[in-house]
Structures are given as structure tokens and as C-alpha cells.
């Protein structure tokens, strides 16, 4: 899966295989249909990752997670938490 310039889509993301647990998760979210796996035609061979549809309407809620994640660990570091 290639964009016209033959380039992957904006979409889509190359992370490193190296991470165990960040390949367990990206397994989780490919088995739930949040992302699928797009091994690209290139020398050497390179595995991404595109936001599915289900993955695109989650976008906003795990944003607020994300959001809401990171203004507890703010207001930790200010309180002298963590």
C-alpha cells in the first residue's frame, strides 16, 4: 500500500521491530481492527501500521485519554509525584 509518490499513506507509521512490548500491542490493535499491517515493497522490507476505520473514529476518544493522561502527570510533577 503505496501513496501516488510511492510513499505510505500519512497514515501510516514505521516503528521499530526491536520494542517487545510495543510489538505485543501493536498485535492487540491489529487483532482488534484499530490498525492493520502493511509490509511495504522496499529493500529492505519495511512493516507499517494504518489507522483502520474503527481506528480513525477512536482517534478523539484516545486523544482525550492521552490529554487527560498527561495533565495528571503534569500536575504530579508540580505537587513533586514521580
Known amino acids: 500500500m503505496t ?3 510511492g510513499s505510505p499513506p500519512r497514515s501510516v507509521r514505521t516503528w ?3 520494542n517487545p512490548v510495543a510489538s505485543e500491542r501493536r498485535r492487540s490493535l491489529r487483532d482488534a481492527g ?3 499491517r502493511i509490509v ?3 529493500r529492505p522490507v519495511q512493516i ?3 489507522l483502520t476505520p474503527i481506528g480513525l473514529r477512536s482517534a478523539p476518544v ?3 485519554v492521552a490529554d487527560r493522561s498527561n495533565d495528571r502527570a503534569v500536575a504530579a510533577r508540580r505537587h513533586g509525584a514521580g
Do not use: K
Request: proline share 0%; aromatic share 6%.
Open 3 to 5: 501513496g501516488r509518490s
Open 16 to 18: 521499530s521491530r526491536s
Open 34 to 36: 484499530v490498525v492493520e
Open 40 to 42: 511495504l515493497d522496499r
Open 48 to 50: 507499517s501500521y494504518a
Open 62 to 64: 484516545l486523544a482525550a
